[in-house]
Every structure is written in structure tokens, then in C-alpha cells.
């Protein structure tokens, strides 16, 4: 047996040598993220060890090859096992706080009807509440006044809750937090590994559920009204979300033909999942389009009216994962790529999520001069996804890097002079100096390549199918927190985007929170959505033999 100390947290655990530094921090209650779920890639849960502690650990496939003469080193804890006691230096804890989520998104003017009414009776003095004319429940009084919902928008990186006022339709307060499971599994294949487990289901559900309650109580301490008068919550986001967000195990999302367990369009009990609302109030999932077109989409189809459209539009969720919706006149068509966590600034050197500090904004002047702007005005921490199309889609527009994705030859460039000279060697590898501290790495732009080279591969067999050409696209809507954040040339510049799309593209925000408050207020939306999903046509890529063909294709700049 080995005991481990950490600091600043002051904890101790005594585990079984061989056991991991992740899994002892797990053991102790210390949280530390590992996004990639054990594989090593993510760096996110990085300790450090003083001198003592290091001859106390060996790194998997490796019996620690560590240099003798370290004072102290950096090591990750998901891949060292620990053969002795050792002291483990925690990093700093990043600040969630002041992480930037998007609540606002559009939606159009509806009627309001919603689910959830209530009925009182004067010779009882009694309120009856009824869920589309069922009874759930009295209470004593005239409570008519006191009828609120939630809608939360469960991302994949981000959590966005949002109390309403069933009888006027109006926001009253809204609050967004980190989805804890990022901490786990970053993105949905990999939090599909780990929940696959009965251990790692609980893990993932009850974090979960912990924070949407955590939510609530932000929600109805600011707002001054009592939890036991919300009486139904809706569930917006993708597919795996939703089966976490029930305590539904997702494996048959990660297998061929990648089938959902759960269809959407229906109630169960609040109470059963642990969420802190009125004892007898309800959850309602919207219908969900497949496995990997969730009911998040079917928020943002509502939220826009896509399925009212006339001529060609195109929906795009620009995420971890990218989904889109064609709609032609009424018609829709849809189809998901796995964009991977770039886009959320993880697997990026300096990269960071959107909070304060994070480079946003990137541009360059024709002299070369650049202009950079962090979310807060704080000092330049790190780099969040929008910062970073930006900056990769500047760089393409002026030269630095070709069309290839490789940074030029700055000797043989015509670059000018303030460009050039921030094509530095850093690590012993060429980057550019997007400011004194921070860099973006040729490999950080192959991660744009894949994320952006997925999202288009998808638009790009959308339209194929559909007998389309991206000329004849009449509107583009991107959709979601993250994408609401993203600039029109950046995404042309990264050939994100087809070029035929320069003037048509529209950023619609959080459909998926917006779309969810829409369910809310309408109950006969419900029903019509129900049968716009069932009529949705689904596109798998993985049925096209020439997918990889049209990636790589779609890989360059």
C-alpha cells in the first residue's frame, strides 16, 4: 500500500501500489479532469511531483525514464502508477465561474398553451395542478399565480438553464455552468466508453443531475420563488446527453447502426431522477431525430421554423458535434459529423474554454499589424474555440499558412515584417506568436483541419444527396452557444463553409435553450413536431464508400 497527499487540497487516500494518481485523486473526492478519458492525449490532468515523489511513480509502458537530477516534474496522473507514498502538487483550478455561455437564441412569436395549467376551486380553496388535463397534484390556496418551468439545454461541454413563467411566457432568470462530465469524457464517443459501465453511468448521471439541481437553486434563489412551484423541466440536447441525462446506459450509440434507446416526445417523473422541482412534477424530452441528430435539433427545427421554410435553408450546429438540418420547402433532410473537442479550445496547446482570459477575437491589418481581444479584457490566458477559427482563418486569408495547412517559409515569403517575425521556433518546432505567451502550433492547426474538414464533409454530402449545389442554398443558419461566437469570413476563410455561402449565413444563437422554452409554452407544438421528426430523413455518412475521400478533400484550406 502507498499513501498519497495532496495539495492545495490537504486530502490523503492510501491506495494499492499500481493504482494510478487519477484514480487516487478519484478515491479522495479531488477533482481532476481528464476529458480523454485515460488515454493520455488531453494533458488536462497534469501534477506535479517533487523529487522524492518521482522515484515513488513509473509511467505506463515504462518504468519511469525520468531523469535523475529532476528537483521536480510534471507528470499525468492518468498515466502514472504510484509504487510508493508521494506528494502530488494539484494545478490551479480553472475559473468556471466566469466561463462565457450563450443563453440568448432565436425564437419566433407562439401561442401560449402551455402543458403544465392549474384550476382553482373557491369552494375548497384549493389549486389544482394539471398536466394536459391530467391531475398531478393540489395544493392548498389560490397558487395560480406561482406556475413555472425549466428548460435546460444539456451541451456537450456546456450547461445552460432557463426558468419561465408558464403564465406569461416571460424569462425570469437564467444561469449556465461546465457540463461535469467534460471532466470525465470530453466529447460523446468517449463519455459513451465510459458510461458503458454501470459505474461509469452513475458517475456521469449523478454528475449530472447534481448540477442541474445546482442550477435550480441558483435559478430560484435569484428569481425569490419556492422550487416546489416549477412543475416541469425540459431536457435539450443530443442523443447521448439525453440517455445520460436518464440514466440510460448509450452503448448502442457507439455501435453500428448506432441506434437510440430512447425515442423523445414524453414525460416521466422529475422526482424519480433525484431533480429538485415539485414533488409531482415532470421531465419532458423532446422527440429525437436519430442517434446522432438529437433532440437538440429538433429544438433548433422548432426554434427557426425550418420546417415552415420556403426555398433551401440549411441549419448548422457547429459543436463537438456538428449536426445539420437541409430543409427544402417543408422537406428536411439531416446528418451528424464528429467535429472532435477543438472547437471547445481542448487538444490545442494553449488552448482554454471560453472564459476570462480566453483570446475570442483574432484580426489582422493589411500591414501586418494584429488586433486580439480576450473575453473580460483580462490579461491573454489562453485561446477558447471562436479564438481560434479566427485566428487559423486570418492566418489562411493573409499567407502565413497555405492552403495545405502548413505555415510558409517565412525567408521565402513575401509576408510583411510583422507577420513574419512571429513565425518563431518554439518547442524546437515552427509556430506563430499569437501574443508574447501564446502559440498556435502546426499541429493545432492540424486540429482545425479535422474539425472543420468533418463539418464540411457533412454539408458537402447534405447537399450531394439531396441533388443541391451549395449555389443554390438560400439561407445558412448556424446554430449554438459556440457558433453564435464565430465570424461569417472566418468560417469562408477556413473553407468551413462553402464559398457560394458569402451573404446568406445567419447566427441564430441557442436554438436548443430557445426551441426547449418553445416545447414549454406550447403543448400543441409538441405534437406537431412529433410528426415533423417522424418525417425527417437521415443521412449516414458512414454508408457513403467515398466519405474519406471527400474529407481529405475537404481538409484543406
Same mark, same amino acid.
Given at each position: 500500500?502507498?499513501?498519497?497527499?495532496?495539495?492545495?487540497?490537504?486530502?490523503?487516500?492510501?491506495?494499492?501500489?499500481?493504482?494510478?494518481?487519477?484514480? !487516487?485523486? #478519484?478515491?479522495?473526492?479531488?477533482?481532476?479532469?481528464?476529458?480523454?478519458?485515460?488515454?493520455? &492525449?488531453?494533458?488536462?490532468?497534469?501534477?506535479?511531483?517533487?523529487?522524492?515523489?518521482?522515484?515513488?511513480?513509473?509511467?505506463?509502458?515504462?518504468?519511469?525514464?525520468?531523469?535523475?537530477?529532476?528537483?521536480?516534474?510534471?507528470?499525468?496522473?492518468?498515466? !502514472?502508477?504510484?509504487?510508493?507514498?508521494?506528494?502530488?502538487?494539484?494545478?490551479?483550478?480553472?475559473?468556471?465561474?466566469?466561463?462565457?455561455?450563450?443563453?440568448?437564441?432565436?425564437?419566433?412569436?407562439?401561442?401560449?398553451?402551455?402543458?403544465?395549467?392549474?384550476?382553482?376551486?373557491?369552494?375548497?380553496?384549493?389549486?389544482?395542478?394539471?398536466?394536459?388535463?391530467?391531475?398531478?397534484?393540489?395544493?392548498?390556496?389560490?397558487?395560480? =399565480? /406561482?406556475?413555472?418551468?425549466?428548460?435546460?439545454?444539456?451541451?456537450?461541454?456546456?450547461?445552460?438553464?432557463?426558468?419561465?413563467?408558464?403564465?406569461?411566457?416571460?424569462?425570469?432568470?437564467?444561469?449556465?455552468?461546465?457540463?461535469?462530465?467534460?471532466?470525465?469524457?470530453?466529447?460523446?464517443?468517449?463519455?459513451?466508453?465510459?458510461?458503458?459501465?454501470?459505474? %461509469?453511468?452513475? @458517475?456521469?448521471?449523478?454528475?449530472?443531475?447534481?448540477?442541474?439541481?445546482?442550477?435550480?437553486?441558483?435559478?430560484?434563489?435569484? =428569481?425569490?420563488?419556492?422550487?416546489?412551484?416549477?412543475?416541469?423541466?425540459?431536457? =435539450?440536447?443530443?442523443?447521448?446527453?439525453?440517455?445520460?441525462?436518464?440514466?440510460?446506459?448509450?452503448?448502442?450509440?457507439?455501435?453500428?447502426?448506432?441506434?437510440?434507446?430512447?425515442?423523445?416526445?414524453?414525460?416521466?417523473?422529475?422526482?424519480?431522477?433525484?431533480?429538485?422541482?415539485?414533488?409531482?412534477?415532470?421531465?419532458?424530452?423532446?422527440?429525437?431525430?436519430?442517434?446522432?441528430?438529437?433532440?437538440?435539433?429538433?429544438?433548433?427545427?422548432?426554434?427557426?421554423?425550418?420546417?415552415?421554410?420556403?426555398?433551401?435553408?440549411?441549419?448548422?450546429?457547429?459543436?463537438?458535434?456538428?449536426?445539420?438540418?437541409?430543409?427544402? =420547402?417543408?422537406?428536411?433532410?439531416?446528418?451528424? /459529423?464528429?467535429?472532435?473537442?477543438?472547437?471547445?479550445?481542448?487538444?490545442?496547446?494553449?488552448?482554454?474554454?471560453?472564459?476570462?482570459?480566453?483570446?475570442?477575437?483574432?484580426?489582422?491589418?493589411?500591414?501586418?499589424?494584429?488586433?486580439?481581444?480576450?473575453?473580460? %479584457?483580462?490579461?491573454?490566458?489562453?485561446?477558447?474555440?471562436?479564438?481560434?477559427?479566427?485566428?487559423?482563418?486570418?492566418?489562411?486569408?493573409?499567407?502565413?499558412?497555405?492552403?495545405?495547412?502548413? *505555415?510558409?517559409?517565412?525567408?521565402?515569403?513575401?509576408?510583411?515584417?510583422?507577420?513574419?517575425? #512571429?513565425?518563431?521556433?518554439?518547442?524546437?518546432?515552427?509556430? *506563430?506568436?499569437?501574443?508574447?505567451?501564446?502559440?498556435?502550433?502546426?499541429?493545432?492547426?492540424?486540429?482545425?483541419?479535422? !474539425?472543420?474538414?468533418?463539418?464540411?464533409?457533412?454539408?458537402?454530402?447534405?447537399?450531394?444527396?439531396?441533388?443541391?449545389?451549395?449555389?443554390?442554398?438560400?439561407?445558412?443558419?448556424?446554430?449554438?452557444?459556440?457558433?453564435?461566437?464565430?465570424?461569417?469570413?472566418?468560417?469562408?476563410?477556413?473553407?468551413?463553409?462553402?464559398?457560394?455561402?458569402?451573404?446568406?449565413?445567419?447566427?441564430?444563437?441557442? &436554438?436548443?435553450?430557445?426551441?426547449?422554452? @418553445?416545447?414549454?409554452?406550447?403543448?400543441?407544438?409538441?405534437?406537431?413536431? !412529433?410528426?415533423?421528426?417522424?418525417?425527417?430523413?437521415?443521412?449516414?455518412?458512414?454508408?457513403?464508400?467515398?466519405?474519406?475521400?471527400?474529407?481529405?478533400?475537404?481538409?484543406? *484550406?
Amino acid at each position: 500500500m502507498a499513501v498519497v497527499h495532496f495539495f492545495p487540497d490537504l486530502r490523503s487516500i492510501e491506495v494499492a501500489q499500481g493504482t494510478t494518481i487519477l484514480q !487516487a485523486a #478519484r478515491l479522495a473526492g479531488v477533482m481532476l479532469e481528464s476529458p480523454c478519458n485515460c488515454v493520455g &492525449t488531453c494533458f488536462k490532468c497534469t501534477v506535479r511531483l517533487d523529487f522524492e515523489s518521482l522515484k515513488n511513480i513509473s509511467l505506463k509502458g515504462s518504468r519511469s525514464h525520468l531523469p535523475e537530477d529532476l528537483k521536480a516534474a510534471k507528470v499525468l496522473s492518468c498515466q !502514472a502508477e504510484i509504487r510508493g507514498d508521494i506528494v502530488v502538487e494539484l494545478p490551479a483550478a480553472e475559473q468556471t465561474d466566469t466561463l462565457q455561455v450563450l443563453s440568448h437564441g432565436e425564437r419566433g412569436v407562439l401561442d401560449l398553451d402551455p402543458c403544465i395549467s392549474k384550476t382553482y376551486s373557491e369552494a375548497e380553496d384549493v389549486t389544482g395542478v394539471f398536466a394536459l388535463g391530467r391531475l398531478l397534484a393540489k395544493e392548498p390556496g389560490d397558487t395560480r =399565480s /406561482t406556475n413555472f418551468g425549466i428548460v435546460v439545454d444539456i451541451g456537450t461541454t456546456t450547461l445552460v438553464a432557463s426558468l419561465v413563467d408558464l403564465s406569461t411566457g416571460r424569462e425570469i432568470a437564467a444561469a449556465s455552468a461546465l457540463n461535469p462530465q467534460s471532466r470525465y469524457a470530453q466529447d460523446v464517443l468517449s463519455r459513451i466508453r465510459f458510461a458503458s459501465e454501470a459505474a %461509469g453511468l452513475n @458517475t456521469l448521471h449523478g454528475e449530472l443531475i447534481g448540477e442541474i439541481n445546482r442550477l435550480t437553486g441558483e435559478l430560484v434563489g435569484e =428569481s425569490g420563488i419556492a422550487a416546489g412551484s416549477i412543475y416541469e423541466v425540459v431536457l =435539450s440536447g443530443n442523443t447521448c446527453m439525453l440517455h445520460l441525462a436518464t440514466g440510460r446506459n448509450p452503448v448502442s450509440l457507439g455501435r453500428y447502426p448506432y441506434t437510440s434507446a430512447l425515442s423523445g416526445g414524453n414525460h416521466f417523473s422529475a422526482a424519480l431522477h433525484g431533480l429538485a422541482i415539485a414533488g409531482s412534477g415532470l421531465v419532458y424530452l423532446p422527440p429525437v431525430i436519430s442517434g446522432y441528430v438529437g433532440a437538440d435539433i429538433t429544438s433548433g427545427i422548432l426554434a427557426t421554423a425550418l420546417h415552415r421554410h420556403n426555398g433551401t435553408t440549411l441549419l448548422v450546429d457547429i459543436g463537438t458535434n456538428g449536426e445539420m438540418v437541409l430543409g427544402r =420547402s417543408g422537406r428536411l433532410r439531416a446528418t451528424s /459529423t464528429a467535429a472532435g473537442p477543438a472547437f471547445e479550445g481542448m487538444n490545442i496547446s494553449c488552448g482554454m474554454r471560453a472564459s476570462r482570459g480566453a483570446v475570442e477575437f483574432f484580426d489582422i491589418a493589411e500591414d501586418g499589424a494584429i488586433s486580439v481581444k480576450t473575453i473580460g %479584457g483580462a490579461p491573454a490566458a489562453g485561446i477558447c474555440g471562436s479564438g481560434l477559427l479566427d485566428i487559423v482563418g486570418e492566418l489562411v486569408d493573409h499567407g502565413v499558412i497555405g492552403g495545405n495547412g502548413r *505555415f510558409v517559409d517565412a525567408e521565402k515569403s513575401v509576408l510583411p515584417s510583422l507577420l513574419k517575425e #512571429r513565425l518563431v521556433k518554439h518547442e524546437g518546432k515552427t509556430a *506563430f506568436g499569437v501574443t508574447e505567451d501564446l502559440f498556435l502550433s502546426q499541429k493545432d492547426i492540424r486540429q482545425v483541419q479535422l !474539425a472543420k474538414g468533418a463539418i464540411r464533409a457533412g454539408i458537402e454530402f447534405l447537399l450531394q444527396d439531396s441533388g443541391i449545389g451549395a449555389g443554390e442554398v438560400d439561407k445558412v443558419l448556424i446554430a449554438g452557444a459556440f457558433g453564435y461566437h464565430l465570424q461569417e469570413k472566418s468560417l469562408l476563410s477556413l473553407g468551413l463553409l462553402p464559398r457560394e455561402f458569402a451573404g446568406k449565413v445567419d447566427f441564430v444563437g441557442n &436554438t436548443s435553450k430557445s426551441g426547449g422554452q @418553445t416545447f414549454l409554452l406550447n403543448r400543441g407544438l409538441r405534437d406537431e413536431m !412529433a410528426a415533423v421528426v417522424k418525417n425527417v430523413e437521415v443521412i449516414e455518412l458512414a454508408n457513403f464508400p467515398d466519405f474519406d475521400r471527400v474529407f481529405v478533400r475537404c481538409l484543406g *484550406f
